[in-house]
């Protein structure tokens, strides 16, 4: 991931504190090509759910043959999934990044999440 791109999730999570921020991305073979921002629908410092109209697009790039990632934040929490993230998972085949603003520098973690095992994934950050 392109060090803009991982900037953006920060300055994301940042923005939306306290709430968890939430929005997805598109890549192909393991290259994030585009970040983009949706609007938390539950407007929460405690979860996220993506707006009807965001899960439509990430749907429509999935058809596409795009790999997909979900981000949110964890504004006072460690980039690791709650057991809330892991029991809402209803798309195995994506990635989830999540950017946590709890320690003196934000980390961004990102991992797969299938059948209730997690699985971390790499993240490498260029430029």
């Not at 809402?88 to 973690?109: D, K, M, N, Q």
Request: glycine share 6%; hydrophobic share 35%; with cysteine.
């Amino acid at each position: 991931m392109a060090r803009a791109m991982r900037d953006e999730l920060v300055a994301h999570a940042r923005e939306e504190a306290p709430n968890e921020c939430c929005g997805y991305m598109r890549a192909k073979a393991g290259v994030v090509e585009e970040v983009v921002r949706a609007e938390n629908a539950r407007n929460s410092p405690y979860g996220y759910e993506l707006t009807f109209e965001s899960l439509r697009a990430v749907n429509e790039l999935d058809d596409e043959g795009w790999e997909v990632g979900i981000y949110h934040s964890h504004p006072r929490s460690p980039a690791e999934p709650s057991q809330t993230d892991i029991n809402l998972v209803h798309y195995p085949h994506w990635t989830y990044v999540i950017v946590s603003l709890a320690g003196e520098e934000p980390s961004v973690r990102a991992w797969t999440i299938a059948d209730g095992r997690v699985e971390e994934q790499d993240v490498v950050v260029e430029g």
